[in-house]
């Protein structure tokens, strides 16, 4: 099984990402650390992903394309995973499935959380991150619905797609998205 989940920045994706994984055995699989750690790590990817990431914009759908093939081994394909950050552009989408295709699974379950604006602004401001600066945050929203909001409707027509409002506590989001998981 595969499970992808969407949703704006600051909704919550990574903290209900571990505990998904945790509780059903998948393995977890967020972008948005992978490249952090390639920048703390000081690789090519990681010079070349910095600035790009610092100013809210999105890296290349070549480049993430490329990370998630390293990532997604027949292993653990075989064993089921959940993604997080990935993807986020229509193209990026496209690519899994075609990567999903030639692995022999067609057909993701879809978790898409939602939070108002203001609440985003909130938690991310709160959460002190380096590229959670007010102006970055901004352009990640902007972003967030040029790019990624659209991915939902790739989805919608062939994959399960769950709504889950992201007000609540850590616990109760989470037991709503293992209920619909059933
Ligand atoms: P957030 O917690 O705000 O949702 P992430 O930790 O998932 O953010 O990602 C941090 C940054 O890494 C993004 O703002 C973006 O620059 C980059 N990034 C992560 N995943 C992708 C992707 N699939 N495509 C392009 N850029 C990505």
Redesign the pocket.
Known sequence: MYLIILG????G??TQSILIAEKMGLKHL????I??KAVTDGTPLGLK?KE??DS??????EI?VGIIKDAISDDIARKGFIL??????IE?ARELDKIMDSLGYNSAKVINITLDDEELVRR?LGRGRK?DTEETIKN?LKVYKDQTAPVKEHYSSKSAVFDIYGIGSISEINDKILEVLQ
């Open positions: 704006p920045p600051g909704a994706k990574g967020s972008t948005g650390e490249l952090r992903a790009v990431m809210g914009n999105l890296v290349s759908d993430m997080d950050g990935f993807p986020r552009t990026q991310m590229d990640r």
